[in-house]
């Protein structure tokens, strides 16, 4: 499901029997790793909003979900392009997986797993290099809010709208 230009995605496994653990540790790593890491924001793949890992039904299914910007294609080709090593070690513990060779495996693998949602919601729009832009101009103007020497330019009228929004 698609709500603007951002898609959900969920992937449903099977656990291997006995391979909870080594997917927790598995996941660990992921967390550890540059652009996984809790509150960094440069993901190898520039174009998911989240992602999420979890186990559930006493550790015998996992859930992967995820939105993003842009077709599903596009996608499964930015995934797929990337090193997939920190991926193989979660799914390998995982019934049916015969690793990544390319993407034709990507695909069929996670075409297997894919339930699309019965419902999707977003809270706030726009995409994530667009969001990325938002948060870099308003810590600039954040800047520009606090230097004495930009209180003149600052008053002038036109500016208004731009202050009233800031103030909130």
Known sequence: MSVGSTSEFSLFFHVKPGHADAIRE???ALQK???YRPGDYDLPIATIHEARFVLFDGDTRLLFATSFDGPWDAYMEDFASKPL???DAI???VEGYEGLPDLAAVKGFIMSAQVTASAYARNYGGTVKEIRKAE???VAFQQVLD???AAEALGHRALKPLLD???E
């Open 26 to 28: 598995a996941l660990r």
């Open 33 to 35: 790793s540059p652009g």
């Open 85 to 87: 090593h920190l991926f």
């Open 91 to 93: 799914f390998r513990h």
């Open 136 to 138: 870099r101009v308003n």
């Open 147 to 149: 230097d004495p020497v």
């Open 165 to 167: 929004e800031a103030a």
